[in-house]
């Protein structure tokens, strides 16, 4: 007989096995059933290490849920500091040519927020969140020597819904919060005069950049951008730039 | 407290499970009675789930704690009956045979003539042949459960089936 040979018949004595019978009786004799009592309480153990199991994916929707409801709160509310960190990892996601528009949509944000506030009265958010406004805007002001010439149609649209809804605002509450506004708005408004300068306008054009200009100087931003606006979207007749 | 009780049973439930067809071929083939072997067996399991319950207790490999509570009473056991280590060719223990005539006394045939050769080997010998081709164990893992060198255990294994193979020739 070869070592193989024997070594199969070897493998033929894995089955001696003793009787399940048996194997169930002795284990139940050894370890006895646990009680329905201690097993309930078990189960409570079980049940709370099964919850430990799922905990971040509990705190991952505990996190979105308050997200989601810090989404609705205003500066000096107690779920602000959550919406306040989402927009800061807002600006931080852009890139340096959208940061200036994304301070910008956050200053409206806030414009729109103090619009809610005035009309519910909610007097101890108003502080809190002008500053915010401020904040946006100079931040924004700051932001706008980066800006691309593709971003800037975008810009002047958000500038003026912007200073719609200050004036809005303003008319509500009765107080001037727009120091930061002319500081931007007097920023973009020759940012765009000196960039339409450099190209070459037609007589129409050149008559409109002097108007432009004319408001500008006069201190009336709203209407200098509305003429650039115009220059910046020329009609379908192809006028030359 | 009670918790940490039914935990350790949960625990010692797996370790049942896992062992006890082993445990009981390891005992049957060195006492080749199924009555014999299932006291014994019993005892090992009882022994072990004595010494897992203990609040220090640190049982880093049950397979290879089983098993040495196993040899120890077995020894016992021959050593309280005054008894040589004999082994009926006919005592077979419970067996899954073949689907037809031929094959089953083809089996019981082959299977006898081994067992019979296994019992009349050295003990030393029988262990390590069941824990290697029968219990599959690693040379790791017997070495471990012998407390011996791995060289040492792979000699053992190649001296042990030698022996089998010459005792088969005489049976």
Request: with cysteine.
């Amino acid at each position: 007989m070869t070592e193989k040979d024997l070594i199969k018949q070897l493998k033929q004595l894995k089955e001696i096995k003793p009787s399940k019978d048996w194997v169930l009786l002795t284990k139940r004799r050894i370890l006895p059933e646990v009680p329905v009592s201690e097993r309930s309480m078990s189960n409570v153990f079980a049940v709370f290490q099964w919850k430990l199991a799922f905990a971040p994916v509990i705190s991952v929707f505990i996190v979105i849920g308050l997200f989601g409801f810090a989404n609705t709160t205003v500066p000096g509310d107690f779920l602000f500091p959550f919406k306040k960190a989402a927009e800061i990892a807002q600006v931080g996601l852009s890139s340096g040519a959208e940061k200036s528009g994304v301070h910008l949509k956050l200053a409206n944000r806030r414009l729109e927020e103090l619009s809610g506030i005035a009309e519910v009265n909610k007097v101890r958010s108003l502080a809190p969140t002008i500053k915010e406004f401020q904040d946006n805007m100079t931040e924004a002001a700051n932001g706008l020597s980066q800006m691309g010439s593709l971003n800037l149609k975008e810009l002047v649209f958000e500038t003026q819904k912007m200073e719609e809804n200050k004036q809005k605002v303003e008319s509500v509450l009765g107080i001037q919060i727009g120091g930061e506004t002319n500081k931007f708005e007097n920023q973009l408004v020759s940012y765009l005069i000196s960039d339409l300068e450099r190209r070459s306008l037609n007589e129409e054009d050149q008559k409109l950049l002097a108007e432009a200009r004319e408001y500008s100087e006069a201190g009336n931003y709203n209407l200098a951008l509305e003429k650039l606006l115009v220059l910046m979207n020329p009609p379908a007749d192809g006028r030359s730039q | 407290m009670v918790q940490i009780s039914h935990h350790k049973q949960k625990q010692f439930e797996k370790i049942y499970d896992k062992y006890i067809g082993k445990i009981y071929r390891f005992v049957f083939l060195k006492v080749s009675s199924q009555e014999i072997a299932e006291d014994l067996t019993s005892e090992v399991f009882t022994r072990g789930w004595q010494s897992f319950q203990k609040e220090n207790c640190d049982i880093k490999n049950p397979q290879a704690f089983l098993y040495q509570i196993a040899r120890n009473l077995v020894i016992d056991h021959y050593r309280q009956k005054g008894q040589a280590q004999l082994v009926s060719i006919d005592n077979l223990p419970l067996i899954e045979e073949g689907p037809n005539l031929e094959e089953r006394a083809m089996f019981k045939s082959e299977v006898s003539n081994v067992k019979a050769a296994l019992a009349n080997i050295n003990d030393d010998y029988r262990e390590i042949i069941t824990w290697y081709y029968l219990d599959e164990f690693s040379v790791p893992e017997i070495a471990k459960i012998l407390n011996k060198s791995e060289d040492a255990v792979r000699v053992q294994i190649h001296r042990a089936i030698q022996a089998l193979k010459g005792e088969v020739g005489e049976v």
